[in-house]
């Protein structure tokens, strides 16, 4: 095994497991592989591509076990493979629904290492793939039935599955708009000294799709067309570094229409760009008939490393760009290069890789939404909540973490749920219920569903709630927020609306020594219909050390200022529950407008179920 194989699935990871294998999930398909020499590389390890095809093999049978009719590969998201696997070795596949939305469902996908010899297993990667039915014979659309989750990892996974779509459907809009703000500092290709010619590296190779290579419907598999870009896109990255390269991330791609048996594919590779420790190749796959126009399938952007023998990433020649096109692509890598660590870094689903606040900007926009819904639905889904107080049915319950205080605040509320949510998320009219809320001022509204906020509350060291201070004594020591918020309608039924808030920095709004610069890791509110006319409200918060004085003493037991503050919101609802809000009337407007989406924004308005 190579020396990078280093690390074992985490206690977490292996809680979560047991959990999982408690509960029997009807949609869970499993594949275990020897690997053989027959299916490995050079290197006498697992080549990707043959892994690419049992992942999308097993995804496609559990995407069919749900739809219960045949099944295509859409897309698949980032892979990022953290470990190799070597011949001898056995590699698990796990693959289950996470959800079904109308026609297309993902499909979440588990792949482990595990040596026979030391009974060791290795999280190797995992993937979320969209499949989606077939139309029926008049080209109906078919609408899938939806997910039950059972477990509470179910349970998030579905919830967050929501976000994940709202990122895929912009995807292509995001890289567009990177190059057309010219915010890449535009690299001078010409002027890499003792670079190799991109020319060199160039691939084309062509494939006849053979019934081997297809599923029952005569349809190419996704993974078969993936395995063969994986192909020429190695030999592309081989020719640039003179050794054996190592695939490390696919970047997230879509399968742009189908191929069949009989199809001539033709796939065409080059180095787009070459970094000091990665190489970007770039794949296009085209099919034709015998006779018959090319049909473009799929266009993929790999990054690889060369390492040396201890496992560590060895420094690689430059590439001189063709002109033109390979110039264009040149600067595309670099955008992209961008995207895929604010992808990798921002989507990570393990809070604590991720900076608490994070330089917002538009093109990290969708991924920090993403973290920030994602964050409080995980929060939200705990099932090791404590109930700490209870007065009057406002409830405050707590959740320990390893070094992380959360608390809850949950209450009813004689108010629909839609009023509720446009009241509340209307953050601005938080001074008017919450004395924490001394001001909020709105900076940049993004789209319909995220804004940028500029709060200022008092300092917890002088002025602790339910302890009043002077004006004078509060004025001097004020702190800031700059915060995002993410609104989101429910998903579907039983989900709740959304307002999520996480700090982000705007070079705009840099600290001032007026004001402590505050950051708020994940907070925000869950609003839940219970019955006509009533909602539950939940308010969550990771406490950060501005906040958890606030909330100490209510935790201890010494003193009830959270029953004070929410009844001062239940009241604050109550009363305005009858007033229409803007964005009510925002929502009644778009309601009236009928039209496809054409930028960015609308895209991700679009994304909502
Ligand atoms: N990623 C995720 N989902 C996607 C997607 C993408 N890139 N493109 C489309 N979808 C989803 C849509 O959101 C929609 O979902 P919903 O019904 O749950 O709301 C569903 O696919 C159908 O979308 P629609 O716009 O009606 O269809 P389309 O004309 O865009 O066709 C495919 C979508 C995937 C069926 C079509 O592009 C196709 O046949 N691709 C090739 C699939 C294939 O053969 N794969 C195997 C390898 S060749
Ligand atoms: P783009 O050119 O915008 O990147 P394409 O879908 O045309 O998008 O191509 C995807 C990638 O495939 C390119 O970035 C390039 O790396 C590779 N590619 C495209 N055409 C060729 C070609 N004729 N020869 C070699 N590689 C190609």
Redesign the pocket.
């Known amino acids: 095994m190579s020396s990078r194989f280093s690390g074992e699935l985490e206690e977490e990871e292996e809680e979560e497991e047991e959990e999982e294998e408690a509960s029997v999930n009807p949609t869970e398909v499993k594949m275990s592989q020897i690997v053989m020499p027959c299916h490995s590389n050079h290197r006498q390890e697992l080549d990707v591509g043959q892994l690419l095809k049992w992942i999308d093999c097993t995804a496609c049978l559990s995407a069919e076990r749900h739809a219960g009719s045949p099944c295509?590969?859409?897309?698949m998201d980032d892979i990022h493979f953290e470990h190799t696997i070597s011949v001898g070795q056995v590699v698990n596949i796990r693959a289950k629904v996470n959800r079904a939305?109308?026609?297309?469902m993902e499909v979440g996908i588990q792949v482990s290492c595990e040596d026979l010899f030391s009974d060791r297993h290795w999280r190797v990667c995992h993937a979320y793939a969209?499949f989606?039915t077939h139309r029926t014979n008049t080209g109906q659309?078919v609408t899938l039935k939806p997910i039950v989750p059972q477990t509470q990892k179910e349970q998030v996974e579905y919830s967050v599955a929501a976000e994940r779509r709202r990122v895929?459907m912009v995807h292509d809009d995001i890289i567009k708009e990177l190059l057309s703000m010219g915010s890449i500092q535009q690299a001078d290709s010409s002027a890499v000294c003792n670079a190799v010619a991109a020319e060199k590296t160039k691939v084309e190779s062509v494939e006849l799709v053979l019934p081997p290579h297809a599923n029952h419907q005569v349809?190419?598999?996704?993974g078969q067309?993936m395995a063969w870009m994986v192909n020429v896109a190695t030999i592309a990255a081989s020719r640039l570094c003179q050794a054996h390269p190592t695939l490390r991330t696919i970047d997230m791609f879509?399968?742009?229409?189908?191929?069949q048996v009989g199809d001539r594919l033709v796939l065409r590779a080059i180095v787009n760009n070459a970094f000091k420790n990665s190489i970007e190749v770039g794949v296009r796959a085209e099919a034709h008939q015998e006779e018959g126009p090319n049909r473009h399938?799929n266009s993929a952007f790999m990054t690889f490393e060369v390492l040396d023998d201890l496992g560590k990433p060895c420094t690689l020649p430059r590439i001189r760009p063709e002109p033109l096109e390979g110039e264009r692509r040149f600067q595309e890598a670099i955008a992209r290069k961008k995207i895929r660590l604010d992808r990798k870094y921002i989507i990570s689903r393990k809070q604590s890789e991720v900076p608490l606040s994070v330089p917002w900007d538009p093109t990290n926009q969708v991924y920090l939404s993403y973290n920030n819904v994602s964050a409080l639905k995980m929060l939200a889904a705990r099932n090791n909540w404590r109930l700490s107080s209870e007065k009057d049915k406002v409830r405050l319950y707590t959740l320990e973490q390893k070094s992380m205080l959360s608390f809850r605040v949950e209450f009813e509320v004689e108010v629909p749920a839609h009023r509720a949510f446009c009241l509340l998320a209307e953050l601005s009219n938080r001074p008017k219920w919450d004395t924490h809320y001394k001001q909020c001022e709105l900076i940049h509204r993004v789209d319909d569903d995220d804004f940028l906020y500029r709060v200022v509350a008092p300092s917890v060291h002088h002025s602790s709630v339910g302890s009043p201070t002077s004006a004078k004594q509060a004025e001097g020591i004020l702190q800031d927020f700059i915060l995002l918020a993410s609104k989101r309608k429910p998903c579907g039924s039983g989900d709740p609306y959304v307002v999520a808030l996480r700090s982000v920095t705007l070079p705009t709004y840099p600290p001032t020594e007026e004001y402590n610069r505050g950051e708020v890791l994940c907070a925000g509110m869950t609003i839940l219909e219970t019955k006509v006319n009533k909602s539950l409200i939940c308010y969550y918060n990771q406490a950060s050390p501005e906040v958890l004085p606030y909330i100490s003493t209510d935790i201890a037991g010494l003193s009830s200022s959270f029953y004070n503050i929410f009844c001062s919101c239940s009241e604050y609802l109550t009363r305005n529950a009858l007033q229409s809000t803007s964005m009510e009337q925002t929502d009644q407007h778009q309601m009236t407008k009928t039209h496809s989406p054409t930028s960015l924004s609308e895209a991700l308005h679009s994304a909502h179920l």
Do not use: D
């Open positions: 295509v590969t859409a897309s939305f109308n026609s297309s969209t989606v659309k895929r349809n190419t598999f996704g067309i879509t399968f742009r229409g189908p191929s399938i």
